[in-house]
């Protein structure tokens, strides 16, 4: 079985060391960057299975290393800083980050969030069940890990298609914040609940360009978001 990809981004060598020593023992291969401006090259020609990426970094933070990433890649990307304000936090998150992790941390719970991650991105095949959802003109497979929306794809990031995959299941029924950080994430901790409107944000921008003037997922306020169908 080929091990999967991890690449670390970080400028922090005993930091970087210590992640790789664990992901390796986790039977993953892992490659190691210490600068932003030598990332953007690395994804384009080795495409990683996960990127654990710092903010701090010389030459180009991670914000822009983030940005560049998402005009050609879904790639997953988990953000690690040392930053813990509420603005860092949904910058990160709105710029396609699937996950964020503040240090000081536990490599113990960083392994956790990436096998998490990976797990969503690349699930393992269950026979007799069903692994395409259609609602209207959207339809998600969850074999290719496609969406499409009369036949044109959406780019989703790996936290979009599970928000969306959750929602097409359960048309109509309302999710709170937090259960739907626990669908996305696929395990339970205390976490910022508001980032999960971050990524219905970007998830309603990018529904909007194949489905304009039509209010897929609504906001019910004080409880959280749900999948209208029929939709207006």
Same mark, same amino acid.
């Given at each position: 079985?080929?091990?999967?990809?991890?690449?670390?981004?970080?400028?922090?060598?005993?930091?970087?060391?210590?992640?790789?020593?664990?992901?390796?023992?986790?039977?993953?291969?892992?490659?190691?960057?210490?600068?932003?401006?030598?990332?953007?090259?690395?994804?384009?020609?080795?495409?990683?299975?996960? #990127? +654990? &990426?710092?903010?701090?970094?010389?030459?180009?933070?991670?914000? /822009?290393?983030?940005?560049?990433? !998402?005009?050609? @890649?879904?790639?997953?990307?988990?953000?690690?800083?040392?930053?813990?304000?509420?603005?860092?936090?949904?910058?990160?998150?709105?710029?396609?980050?699937?996950?964020?992790?503040?240090?000081?941390?536990?490599?113990?719970?960083?392994?956790?969030?990436?096998?998490?991650?990976?797990?969503?991105?690349?699930?393992?095949?269950?026979?007799?069940?069903?692994?395409?959802?259609?609602?209207?003109?959207?339809?998600?497979d969850e074999k290719?890990?496609?969406?499409?929306?009369?036949?044109?794809?959406?780019?989703?990031?790996?936290?979009?298609?599970?928000?969306?995959? #959750? +929602? &097409?299941r359960h048309p109509?029924?309302?999710?709170?914040?937090? /259960?739907?950080?626990?669908?996305? !994430?696929?395990? @339970?901790?205390?976490?910022?609940?508001?980032?999960?409107?971050?990524?219905?944000?970007?998830?309603?921008?990018?529904?909007?360009?194949?489905?304009?003037?039509?209010?897929?997922?609504?906001?019910?306020?004080?409880?959280?978001?749900?999948?209208?169908?029929?939709?207006?």
């Amino acid at each position: 079985m080929i091990k999967q990809h991890i690449l670390i981004v970080e400028d922090e060598i005993k930091i970087a060391q210590l992640l790789r020593d664990y992901l390796e023992k986790s039977d993953y291969t892992v490659s190691c960057l210490e600068q932003g401006n030598e990332v953007i090259s690395y994804v384009r020609q080795t495409p990683p299975a996960l #990127i +654990l &990426l710092d903010i701090m970094l010389p030459e180009m933070d991670g914000i /822009a290393v983030c940005r560049e990433i !998402r005009q050609f @890649s879904t790639v997953p990307i988990i953000m690690i800083t040392a930053k813990v304000e509420e603005i860092d936090r949904l910058l990160g998150l709105e710029l396609g980050a699937d996950d964020y992790i503040c240090k000081p941390f536990s490599p113990r719970e960083v392994v956790a969030r990436a096998k998490a991650v990976l797990r969503r991105t690349h699930p393992e095949p269950v026979e007799a069940e069903e692994k395409k959802w259609v609602v209207g003109p959207i339809v998600l497979d969850e074999k290719t890990y496609q969406v499409n929306i009369e036949e044109q794809m959406l780019k989703l990031t790996p936290s979009e298609f599970a928000l969306l995959r #959750i +929602l &097409l299941r359960h048309p109509n029924q309302v999710f709170s914040r937090q /259960a739907l950080l626990n669908h996305v !994430r696929d395990y @339970s901790f205390e976490c910022y609940e508001r980032t999960i409107d971050s990524h219905i944000k970007n998830l309603r921008k990018k529904i909007a360009t194949e489905l304009p003037n039509q209010e897929i997922i609504s906001t019910v306020y004080g409880i959280g978001y749900k999948l209208n169908f029929p939709w207006v």
